[in-house]
Nanobody, 128 residues
């Protein structure tokens, strides 16, 4: 079964940078319609950070525009979140999301469709 595996979180000082990665693993091949990053700060609801569709169209929440980018490598089934000029208010658990998944578990299997998948989350802490 497909899994979204995140990496790259950690502790960074304000003004610094981090790059998160999320790879779809456990399958032979996959295509994903939309990939994105969400975050949940302490005491707050989960919010959208950035999305990228299969054609490269991106969408960012206002608070990260000009600081974050969301490149995607379809060949590697991977989406990244490049975070620059980090602020303490960016501190949160960041979750990878995939919508519209079509994947094959082997070279001989038929396609499996899933509407949505979430990663396990990775902590990002920005110190002032």
């Amino acid at each position: 079964q497909v899994q979204l595996v995140e990496s790259g979180g950690g502790l960074v000082q304000a003004g610094g940078s981090l790059r998160l990665s999320c790879v779809a693993s456990g399958i032979f091949s996959i295509s994903i319609n939309v990939m994105g990053w969400y975050r949940r700060a302490p005491g707050k609801q989960r919010e959208l950070v950035a999305l990228i569709s299969s054609d490269g169209t991106t969408n960012y929440t206002d608070s990260v525009k000009g600081r974050f980018t969301i490149p995607r490598d379809n060949a590697k089934s991977t989406v990244y979140l490049q975070m620059n000029s980090l602020k303490p208010e960016d501190t949160a658990v960041y979750y990878c999301n995939a919508e519209g998944l079509t994947y094959y578990t082997s070279a001989y299997s038929g396609p499996t469709y899933e509407y949505e998948k979430w990663g396990q989350g990775t902590q990002v802490t920005v110190s002032s």
